[in-house]
């Protein structure tokens, strides 16, 4: 069964210094791999995804994430972190077959301190 | 910007009342998810429409939950009776059909039980 881990409850980083919001997966076959960010009394929304191709995928809001395939990883990365990047993080992994649903981590808190 | 609308916002029950939350997705956006989030978790899937059928529901509390997508376009979700343990914030999130594809998520339903 696909799933998704991510490691730390929460992360805490200076502004302008670069982020890393750790995710690590399980899966079968070849994953198809999401971020999703999430604001106070929001919905989600929708970062990044990497399907196939570059191992570094780029996205909003200056977001990138590194696919390593041989560490099952899909970390999210930022070169200099803002104040407003302050929310709630969550990697998310889709199933390649049956119903193709898709299966959250459990999220990172990301505190950007001024 | 096209965008999922849900309402209520919030809402706020006593046990054992029924509740129900509707949802509007994007426009031409064949697959609609239903999520239960509990603060401080991932959104757990508990029903995914394909069109107006359901194509998972098995970790809908089926006694108590039910969801319906009559026209294959907006969605209702149910709860009756509700209970303590329901309250939660009730994502809504639409996809168009492919498996490469995101998710767009709606704002929430944020229900208290009482």
């Known amino acids: 069964a696909q799933s998704v881990a991510q490691p730390e409850d929460q992360v805490n980083v200076a502004e302008g210094n670069p982020l890393t919001v750790k995710c690590t997966y399980s899966?079968?076959?070849?994953?198809?791999l999401f971020w999703y960010v999430q604001y106070p009394n929001r919905g989600l929304q929708f970062l990044l995804k990497y399907i196939t191709g570059d191992n570094l995928v780029k996205g909003s809001y200056g977001f990138e994430a590194e696919f390593n395939k041989s560490q099952t990883s899909f970390h999210l990365k930022k070169p200099s972190a803002l104040v407003s990047d302050s929310a709630l993080y969550f990697c998310?992994?889709?199933?390649?077959?049956?119903?193709?649903?898709?299966?959250f981590g459990t999220g990172t808190r990301l505190k950007v301190l001024a | 910007e096209a965008e999922v609308a849900q309402s209520p916002r919030y809402k706020i029950t006593e046990k054992s009342q029924a509740v129900a939350f509707w949802c509007d997705p994007i426009s031409g956006h064949a697959t609609l998810y239903w999520y239960r989030q509990i603060l401080g978790q991932g959104p757990e899937l508990l029903v995914q429409f394909q069109d107006e059928s359901v194509v998972d529901d098995s970790q809908l509390p089926k006694d108590r939950f039910s969801a319906e997508r009559l026209k294959g376009v907006d969605s209702t979700l149910k709860i009756q009776p509700a209970e303590l343990g329901d309250s939660a914030m009730y994502l809504c999130?639409?996809?168009?059909?492919?498996?490469?594809?995101?998710?767009?998520f709606g704002p929430g339903t944020r229900l208290t039980v009482l």
């Open positions: 999130a639409s996809s168009s059909t492919g498996e490469h594809n995101e998710q767009f």
């Open positions: 899966v079968s076959g070849n994953p198809y």
């Open positions: 998310a992994v889709r199933e390649i077959s049956g119903t193709y649903k898709y299966i």
